[in-house]
């Protein structure tokens, strides 16, 4: 059955392979972006090209009113999503005690509130108990929320700890109205997020030879496999749990 999907931060990464399988699956799919329409029309195009339906729809995840006008746009054109997954957030590397006030603010904003303002907006519309027809949640978290990150993340890791938390609190919430909350954690993947990081690719890469049994790096659409399983129905008993998509490590 052809499903609506809504995935935040689906310009690039992991976003963009989560809604290229979406189409694939026949989905219709509302690719989020905040500052790349280029690259999210280009993961538009390809979505159809895969035989799915999709829309774009610019909207930063730590502004709320922009997070509402995305979600009340799918609304008119296809309906309720059957399922949200959660992917946009953002990073901010420096040694903790140089982080100030406002670096705290705008990565849990992201990252944490604006997952949460997000899940919100899923449950207003799934929930059977407001004449919804139940759903899926899936929030793309970080195995940093286990393993404390690497050295200059902390910021980033206790934001993802926090998703963590509200995943399995929300589960337990929003279950007995039809809807599933799972979140998916992974590890070393090969984004672009590596481009400006201190430690850059090469030793990115590295680090994950020498520190997962697979000895190597994880790519977005293994990461996007596991997004969309949760999010079918083929994963109708699965809720309350983060699964952690790393190698091993």
Known sequence: MSKTVIVTGASRG???AIARQAGAKGWRV????NGSPDKAAEVARAVEAAGGEAMTFKASQG??????AMFEAVDARWGAPDAVINNAGIDHEADFAETTWENFLKVFNVNTLGLMASCREAVRRMSTARGGKGGAIVNIGSISARTGGLPGDVIYTASKGAVDSFTLGLAKEVGPQGIRVTCVRPGVIETDIFAGNAFGIEQVKELARTNSPLQRIGQPDEVAA???????????FCTGMCYDVNGGR
């Not at 509302?30 to 972006?33: A, Q, S």
């Not at 949760?230 to 994963?235: I, K, V």
């Open 63 to 68: 502004v709320e009113s922009e997070l509402v």
């Open 14 to 16: 992991i976003g963009a």
């Open 30 to 33: 509302c690719v989020n972006y």
């Open 226 to 236: 596991m997004a969309i399983f949760l999010a079918s129905d083929e994963a109708s």
